[in-house]
């Protein structure tokens, strides 16, 4: 997978881009990613990408013809890709829709700073409008990260084991289980006698039992509400 990302803040993603798995799947050829100033594409000399809003208010908007310069260039004259712009207007980010992605060729992730975009950037060269939630944040520089790690771990080889990412608890529509490690002990804390056991079936028994009580107590959303959630909540208990 080929990802371009457009930002006023190139060096936010550099570390991010050498480290650890995405790293990894750069180095191995699996994903590649370019990241774009997009002050390269303004045609002033003060390389400016804000103005005043038409109609007055507060704040600074991103004028469009830096955006759609470098979305066009960017994009080039292959198999189109598929252009999202980042912004607390869009759709939630969520598993489905990473996965959805993930299917794709091409991205180009339009990362948005100050209050707001001019419209006619979504109207021309936007293909798709996320949020990653009900917070706001400076930029689209961190969503776009989480795009680019979310979608990374569903291209074949990114993840060693295949069923790490297949197992993981938005799937399964549970919470993970608790997990222990060595010492035994920690400040009086036990680790459950049935992990010791070395009775496997007992272990998954009570793993189960753990990951279900734990999305009861912590996310009932994913138990309850829309017909998957009712489907993995009643899966779930027929395991027990
Ligand atoms: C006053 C209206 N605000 C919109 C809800 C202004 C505003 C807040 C934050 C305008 C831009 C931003 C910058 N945030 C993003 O670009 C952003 C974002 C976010 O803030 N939260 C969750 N997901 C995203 S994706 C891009």
Redesign the pocket.
């Known amino acids: 997978m080929r990802v371009d990302v457009i930002t006023i803040f190139p060096a936010v993603f550099r570390e991010f881009l050498g480290a650890s798995l995405i790293g990894r799947a750069i180095a191995a050829g699996l994903l590649e990613v370019q990241v774009h100033d997009l002050r390269d594409y303004t045609d002033d000399p003060h390389r400016s990408v804000d103005d005043e809003p038409y109609g007055g208010g507060g704040g600074m908007v991103m004028t469009a013809p830096p955006w759609l310069h470098a979305v066009r260039l960017v994009s080039g004259d292959g198999p189109p890709p598929h252009r999202i712009l ?5 759709e939630r980010l969520d598993d489905a829709r990473v996965r959805g992605l993930a299917g794709e060729e091409r991205l180009v992730l339009l ?6 975009i001019d419209e006619r950037v979504r109207m021309l060269v936007v293909d798709s409008e ?11 520089e961190v ?1 776009a990260m989480t795009v680019i790690e979310a979608v990374s771990r569903h291209i074949p080889g990114v993840v060693g084991r295949p069923e790490s990412v297949e197992n993981e608890s938005f799937r399964s529509g549970l919470l993970d289980h608790p997990h222990y490690t060595r010492p035994r002990t920690v400040e009086g804390i036990e680790v459950p006698d049935v992990l010791r056991s070395g009775d496997h079936a007992s272990i998954d028994a009570w793993r189960r039992e753990q990951a279900l009580e734990a999305t009861r107590r912590k996310r009932p959303d994913l138990l309850a509400g829309d017909a998957r959630g009712q489907e993995v909540a009643s899966k779930a208990s027929n395991r027990r």
């Open positions: 980042l912004s607390p207007q869009g990362c948005g700073r100050y209050e707001a996320l949020s990653i939630g009900d917070y706001v944040l400076s930029g689209g969503p």
